[in-house]
T-cell receptor, first 113, second 113 residues
Framework: NAGVTQTPKFQVLKTGQSMTLQCAQD?????MSWYRQDPGMGLRLIHY???????DQGEVPNGYNVSRSTTEDFPLRLLSAAPSQTSVYFC????????????FGEGSRLTVL | GNSVTQMEGPVTLSEEAFLTINCTYT??????LFWYVQYPGEGLQLLLK?????DKGSNKGFEATYRKETTSFHLEKGSVQVSDSAVYFC????????????FGTGTRLTVIP
């Protein structure tokens, strides 16, 4: 019953450091996405993928990279972390054709000092 | 463009009180509408949805009706419980092809015994 699994759950970085947030799903979903959640702003889409080898930008893509080499995995990379990237990050997945019925991971809280 | 506006929180109610959380939207085309719930320390979960005008979504005693004429999707529950304490997000789905969701800012509900 794993669903969507995110790691790590918590991370503290210094400005300029790089890191990767991992996301894996075991439901064979074609669609995967990354959101960030900030107080008073709801969730905002960073990047998404409609299948292996296909990625696209969302609303707030700057400072983040993604790749989708397999159906199961969709890592989010921060190449040079900035304090503005302090946030809670959520990975989500769904089957194509079920627009909006997303399954979310438990979130990764990132603090950039 | 697509956007969702929901009532500011936080909302505090006594157990068995009636709940309304307002949500209005702006969209191009004919979106699907959703309510997601986030319990403390968890990711978001789909609570209910409606895919076309006049549809009513319902789940766990919560209801919301897709009103195209007022571009609204207000969430209601006749008698809230302490276990309903959570953050509620209204969202709409862009039917352009990808399963992207546009979220409101969230409304925190606290139910006191």
């Amino acid at each position: 019953n794993a669903g969507v699994t995110q790691t790590p759950k918590f991370q503290v970085l210094k400005t300029g450091q790089s890191m990767t947030l991992q996301c894996a799903q075991d439901m064979n979903h074609e669609y995967m996405s990354w959101y960030r959640q900030d107080p008073g702003m709801g969730l905002r889409l960073i990047h998404y993928s409609v299948g292996a080898g296909i990625t696209d930008q969302g609303e707030v893509p700057n400072g983040y990279n993604v790749s989708r080499s397999t159906t199961e995995d969709f890592p989010l990379r921060l190449l040079s972390a900035a304090p503005s990237q302090t946030s809670v990050y959520f990975c989500a997945s769904s089957r194509q054709g079920l627009a909006g019925e997303l399954f979310f991971g438990e979130g990764s809280r990132l603090t950039v000092l | 463009g697509n956007s969702v506006t929901q009532m500011e929180g936080p909302v505090t109610l006594s157990e068995e009180a009636f709940l309304t959380i307002n949500c209005t939207y702006t969209a191009t085309g004919y979106p699907s509408l959703f309510w997601y719930v986030q319990y403390p320390g968890e990711g978001l979960q789909l609570l209910l949805k409606a895919t076309k005008a006049d549809d009513k979504g319902s789940n766990k005693g919560f209801e919301a009706t897709y009103r195209k004429e007022t571009t609204s999707f207000h969430l209601e529950k006749g008698s809230v419980q302490v276990s309903d304490s959570a953050v509620y997000f209204c969202a709409l789905s862009d039917r352009g092809g990808a399963n992207n969701l546009f979220f409101g800012t969230g409304t925190r509900l606290t139910v006191i015994p």
